[in-house]
Nanobody, 129 residues
Framework: QVQFVESGGGPVQPGESLRLACTAS????????IGWFRRAPGKEREGVSC????????YYKPSAEGRFTISRDNAKNTAYLQMNGLNPEDTGTYFC??????????????????????WGQGTRVSVSS
C-alpha cells in the first residue's frame, strides 16, 4: 500500500523550531524529488522548499531561505524540513509531495515540482505567542 505520511507539526512560539518529516511506504523516495508545500488559512498553496533527485540541489521560498533546511535520508525513506526562527507567517498545514524535478517557479520565486506523483495529508504548524 502506498502511503506518504507527514509528522512533526504542532503549536510553537515565535522564534522556536520544528522538524517536519515525511515518510514513504510502498515506493522508494530516492526515485523522486521532494517538495514541501504550505497552505495557510485563507491563502493559496505555496511552495516552501524542494530537493531535486538529480543532484540534491535545494530550493527555498525567499522568506524561508536561511531559516529552513530540507534534507532526505533515503535509507529511512524519509524527507525532512528543519524550520528555525519560526514566525506567525509560517503558520499553516505543511505537506510533502514526491515528483520528478524541482525548479524555481514564476510566482514570487517559490519552488515547485513539475509533477505531483505522491502526496500526504499534511501536518499542521501553528506559530503564535
Amino acid at each position: 500500500q502506498v502511503q506518504f505520511v507527514e509528522s512533526g507539526g504542532g503549536p510553537v512560539q515565535p522564534g522556536e523550531s520544528l522538524r517536519l518529516a515525511c515518510t514513504a511506504s510502498g515506493f522508494y523516495l530516492d526515485n523522486y524529488s521532494i517538495g514541501w508545500f504550505r497552505r495557510a488559512p485563507g491563502k493559496e498553496r505555496e511552495g516552501v522548499s524542494c530537493i531535486d533527485k538529480r543532484d540534491g540541489k535545494t530550493y527555498y521560498k525567499p522568506s524561508a531561505e536561511g531559516r529552513f533546511t530540507i534534507s532526505r535520508d533515503n535509507a529511512k525513506n524519509t524527507a525532512y524540513l528543519q524550520m528555525n526562527g519560526l514566525n506567525p507567517e509560517d503558520t499553516g498545514t505543511y505537506f510533502c509531495i514526491a515528483g520528478l524535478f524541482c525548479s524555481t517557479g514564476p510566482r514570487n520565486g517559490e519552488p515547485e515540482l513539475n509533477t505531483y506523483d505522491y502526496w500526504g495529508q499534511g501536518t499542521r504548524v501553528s506559530v503564535s505567542s
